[in-house]
């Protein structure tokens, strides 16, 4: 019996041993790499250039920022401190003690001035342009007529101020570039700073091991990362280029532990029945639109574009093309945001005797052709459809249907992307009447400043974003307003207003907001995304088993 | 023959400046342009129409033609907007892989498309035959991407044999230059037989209607009279006349070579110059998409004419003076 016994114990210590072995040899998660499937990655890797998402990953892993945001979208100090002065017009940063980028060297405000002057350079080819345009001395410095940046104002080594033409709380979403080194980055030419694209160096948690133009960018840790408390435990990422068709298999062969696969109910289904895989469902940060001409005759009168919308049944083409994943778009600001009223918003749903309502209310009757018509004037319509995805033909079908039945002779127009933008927003003024109605989706930034978007008339040029051609002399009050105030309870009221007159008078319909998806791998820990908050901005909780 | 060669050559240069002329043309012609990727509200349109002018996209068309013609003489084939480099550094990660998948899956296809287009027209209306003809029907019409899908579910899903995507694994350390390129010839296996496919059945249609109709010549019947084996007569007498119809197909394939398998590339994720000019077309990139289209219409130029001269060689009846 004793001797049974003592069998047992010695059995269960060598076990014991064993285990503790084997965990000994998984215990660092310094020689794990987290495997990251993309889409396309263009090598726009220097923090100003990067202008697709899979870019800014890389960009915003390789370096640090000046400012960061919490999960509920609200921006908060990252490498410095900051204050507002002078009226609500100047930051000042102080920096936090020894920050270093990946050679060794100290970030200074000297960097930091050296980045968003870059911005602002004569030579600056990149899409950011916008970021630095509203500091004092933009124009002066930007044609060449100044060698310096009045609004950016080096203190000290570690204190840099920024002064604004004009006050706005929007202002902080200047500071979302990361920092980037002036011994390495300085340049004579643009060239030489194009040169560096593909050679990204910053102070981040990151440093570039490798990048391979359409199939891979290997990242390793950066080991010597300033700030230990936030220094990544995985050893790198690998990031590879993989096609849509074969996403899939991947993750069931272990090929990768996260992507962001298209969002349709199918995918979610596929995801949620793979072992090893749990998909993260979040509310994406943006809506896809319908945007009416409404200079045309036929859909200047809001009733009109009210009975379109009644007409069209969103809830069953959401149904139809997301599924779960997208619900039906109420107001031109992200559901998730602080701005998005709760109450006092039509949804528009499906009713056919109300769009008949309110067309016969317009003045449109059905003529002996079946098609309404007023003064002379047929409803008859054009949509420009593009083809790169499925969502605007299938909404255009629907709609084509009923919106048949109820008297409107509509004419869906196929082609791609660019096209559609090139008819609308990017058309010469001349050509802005060639077209009623477009589809598209935008994504959106955390602030919900709507100025230069689809509803801001000012934006109603060629190449502007309000291709509707709407003006309402409250909106572009409440717009101006909005972007002043820096107290958030009257910002919030704004944008509440702002909103529910956007939702009745409809110069552009907000058809959906989506969600996202996210394939994650069992085997990772502490991936926490959300509407705000990218996988990238939180990589130092993140550990694989 | 070499004043032929000479004239053929000069000839190319009107011929090329044509194409030149109505490939900037259709690209001009083309709805929308680079500036419509730039979505983003906050940029206002007077600095995308600076952006624009640094792109030099504000030239009007004749100008900037004659720009182009001018830089790409000089062998600057100008900047891609969408990447923000020199069109040269775009493009030239992406022949090496372009060109290999091109080439294997040509060796794949002749060597399997020749040799079984001979024994199906030697062994006309056998079962052998027979099959080899309903395999290149099928080689033909199966469409490429189901083919590869169905490939990479069973090859790659289910056995585990090949890889799912990729020229590489960026994780894996070769050893040496040979390990390392058997590991890239284990990703291009079955892009190189998706590809191969088509143009397998396409060598084998060639060389069995060719052979049949040389078969039934009077001077293959005079070798046989001759006592000569089957094999002589076949591989030697019939088999040299029979080449030309496929060298004429060997011709137009050269171009094809290097203008990338669009389909196949995607599918499997190979970096290649058929997934780049897609992505180019899309963007509106006009530096790389005329880079590419120039190309391509140079190399159709030059294998016609190495094509007319391998006819010569094949076959001594054909002269150039």
């Known amino acids: ?545 | 023959m070499r004043a032929y060669i000479i004239r053929r050559i000069l000839q190319i240069i009107p011929v090329f400046l044509g194409i030149l002329i109505i490939l900037f043309m259709i690209i001009e012609l083309s709805p929308g342009g680079p500036m419509g990727n730039y979505i983003d509200p906050k940029m206002r349109p007077e600095m995308k129409e600076a952006l624009a002018e640094k792109f030099g996209l504000n030239d009007p068309p004749v100008t900037r033609f004659f720009k182009w013609i001018g830089a790409t003489l000089q062998g600057d084939l100008g900047q891609s907007i969408k990447f923000l480099k020199p069109v040269t550094e775009v493009l030239r990660p992406m022949i090496g892989p372009s060109l290999a998948l091109s080439s294997l899956s040509l060796l794949l296809a002749m060597l399997v498309g020749i040799p079984a287009g001979i024994v199906s027209a030697t062994k006309q209306y056998t079962l052998a035959d027979n099959s080899l003809t309903v395999f290149s029907l099928i080689g033909i019409s199966m469409p490429s991407f189901f083919f590869a899908l169905l490939l990479l579910k069973f090859f790659s899903v289910d056995l585990g044999l090949f890889p799912l995507f990729g020229l590489r694994n960026p994780l894996y350390n070769a050893p040496n230059i040979f390990a390392q390129m058997g590991h890239m010839l284990w990703h291009l296996a079955l892009p190189t037989v998706v590809l191969g496919l088509g143009s397998t059945a396409t060598f084998m249609r060639y060389t069995r209607s060719s052979m049949l109709e040389v078969i039934r010549s009077d001077y293959i019947r005079t070798a046989r009279a001759k006592g000569l084996a089957e094999k002589v007569v076949i591989y030697r007498h019939a088999f040299r006349n029979a080449v030309i119809p496929i060298i004429t197909l060997l011709g137009f394939w050269i171009p094809a070579l290097l203008s990338g398998a669009v389909i196949t590339e995607s599918i499997f994720g190979l970096p290649g110059l058929g997934k780049i000019s897609v992505e180019a077309v899309m963007y509106r990139d006009y530096p790389i998409i005329l880079a590419i289209n120039a190309m391509l219409a140079m190399l159709t130029l030059l294998s016609t004419i190495i094509a007319d001269i391998l006819y010569a060689a094949a076959d001594p009846r054909i002269k150039y003076n």
Request: negative net charge; glycine residues 8%.
């Open chain 1, 1 to 545: 019996m004793l001797k049974k016994a003592k069998r047992i114990v010695a059995l269960s210590l060598t076990l014991l041993m064993l285990l503790v072995v084997l965990s000994g040899c998984q215990g660092g998660q310094g020689d794990k790499i987290l495997l990251f499937g993309t889409t396309g990655i263009d090598g726009n890797f220097a923090s100003i250039m990067a202008s697709n998402v899979y870019d800014s990953y890389v960009a915003t892993l390789i370096f640090d920022f000046l400012i960061d945001n919490d999960a509920e979208g609200m921006y908060y100090g990252d490498i410095a401190s900051y204050e507002l002065s002078n009226g609500n017009r100047t930051y000042t940063f102080t920096l936090k003690d020894g920050i270093k980028f990946s050679d060794g060297q100290p970030l200074t405000s000297a960097d930091v001035a050296f980045t968003y002057k870059t911005i602002g350079h004569p030579d600056y080819n990149g899409p950011r342009a916008y970021a630095v345009a509203g500091l004092v001395g933009y124009a002066d410095y930007n044609s060449g007529a100044s060698s310096d940046f009045a609004g950016i104002k080096v203190i000290d080594e570690k204190t840099i101020a920024f002064t604004f033409e004009e006050a706005s709380p929007a202002n902080i979403e200047t500071f979302l570039y990361g920092i980037m080194p002036e011994h390495y980055y300085g340049f004579n030419t643009w060239s030489e700073f194009l040169a560096l694209n593909e050679k990204p160096m910053g102070s981040g948690k990151f440093i570039l091991e490798e990048y391979r133009p359409m199939e891979f960018v290997r990242l390793a840790a950066n080991t010597d990362y300033w700030d230990r408390s936030k220094r990544v435990k995985i050893g790198g990422i690998l990031m590879s280029e993989v096609p849509e068709e074969s996403l899939l298999d991947a993750f069931a062969t272990g090929a990768l532990h996260v992507a962001q696969p298209q969002s349709n109910q199918d995918n979610v289904n596929a995801y949620r029945d793979m072992d090893g895989v749990t998909p993260q469902i979040i509310l994406g940060n943006g809506y896809t639109f319908l945007c009416f001409n409404t200079l045309q005759p036929t859909l200047n009168d809001a009733r009109v574009r009210q009975a379109l919308m009644y007409g069209v049944d969103r809830v069953a083409f959401i149904e139809a093309v997301y599924g779960d994943m997208a619900t039906v778009g109420l107001a031109p600001i992200s559901p998730a945001s602080w701005a998005f009223p709760d109450s006092g918003i039509n949804d528009y749903a499906f009713d056919m005797d109300k769009a008949a309502a309110l067309f016969a209310e317009a003045g449109w009757v059905k003529g002996s052709d079946g098609i309404l018509e007023k003064d002379g004037v047929k409803m008859s319509i054009n949509w420009l459809v593009y083809t790169d995805v499925a969502w605007p033909g299938r909404l255009a079908e629907m709609a084509y249907d009923s919106w048949g039945q109820l008297g409107v002779d509509l004419k869906i127009e196929l082609m791609d992307f660019n096209t559609v933008a090139a008819r609308t927003m990017d058309a010469p003024m001349d050509e802005k009447m060639n077209f009623d109605l477009y589809t598209m989706g935008f994504s959106l930034s955390i602030d919900p400043d709507p100025t230069g978007a689809l509803f801001d008339y000012d934006a109603y040029t060629e190449g502007g974003f309000n291709a509707s051609g709407y003006y309402n002399a409250r909106s572009q009050e409440l717009i101006t307003l909005g972007k002043q105030e820096f107290d958030q309870g009257r910002r919030t009221e704004i944008y509440h207003e702002w909103a529910r007159l956007m939702n009745e008078e409809l110069p552009t319909v907000i058809v959906a907001y989506r969600n996202e998806i996210w394939a994650v791998s069992d085997n990772v820990k502490g991936m926490n995304i959300s509407t705000y908050q990218t996988w990238v901005q939180n990589i130092h909780e993140i550990t694989i088993d």
